[in-house]
């Protein structure tokens, strides 16, 4: 997995960029290692929005692109949330692909009461 994380109105400093690296372990088992993904944290200005840190990602796959957007009033507690929540996103893509492809796969299974028994 390719991981490039940005900030906005933010330093990404060594620690925060290594806590993105360790949360997003979960994600990099279960995408290809060519698999591109952009992490954008940022803080919000207005004093209005309680929840200013936000943690935004893009996760380029074959064939689709997953976006996803946590805020919360701490840092890490985005990022955490950001991370389980592309894995679900992940997870529901490959069960629908593994799902279709069984539906194809699979001879239809024809009902006992309906088969005629062989006549001797």
């Given at each position: 997995?390719?991981?490039?994380?940005?900030?906005?109105?933010?330093?990404?400093?060594?620690?925060?960029r290594s806590y993105?690296?360790?949360?997003?372990?979960?994600?990099?088992r279960r995408v290809?290692?060519?698999?591109?993904?952009?992490?954008?944290?940022?803080?919000?200005?207005?004093?209005?929005?309680?929840?200013?840190?936000?943690?935004?990602?893009?996760?380029?796959?074959?064939?689709?692109?997953?976006r996803a957007r946590?805020?919360?009033?701490?840092?890490?507690?985005?990022?955490?949330?950001?991370?389980?929540?592309?894995?679900?996103?992940?997870?529901?893509?490959?069960?629908?692909?593994?799902?279709?492809?069984?539906?194809?796969?699979?001879?239809?299974?024809?009902?006992?009461?309906?088969?005629?028994?062989?006549?001797?």
């Amino acid at each position: 997995m390719q991981l490039h994380v940005k900030g906005k109105n933010l330093e990404v400093n060594d620690s925060i960029r290594s806590y993105v690296e360790q949360k997003l372990q979960k994600l990099d088992r279960r995408v290809h290692e060519l698999t591109e993904v952009e992490i954008e944290l940022a803080v919000e200005k207005n004093p209005s929005i309680a929840e200013s840190q936000v943690a935004e990602a893009t996760v380029h796959l074959k064939g689709h692109t997953l976006r996803a957007r946590e805020a919360a009033h701490d840092m890490k507690a985005a990022i955490d949330e950001l991370a389980d929540k592309l894995v679900r996103q992940v997870k529901d893509i490959h069960d629908k692909r593994v799902h279709v492809r069984k539906q194809v796969d699979e001879p239809p299974v024809p009902d006992p009461a309906q088969v005629e028994p062989p006549e001797a």
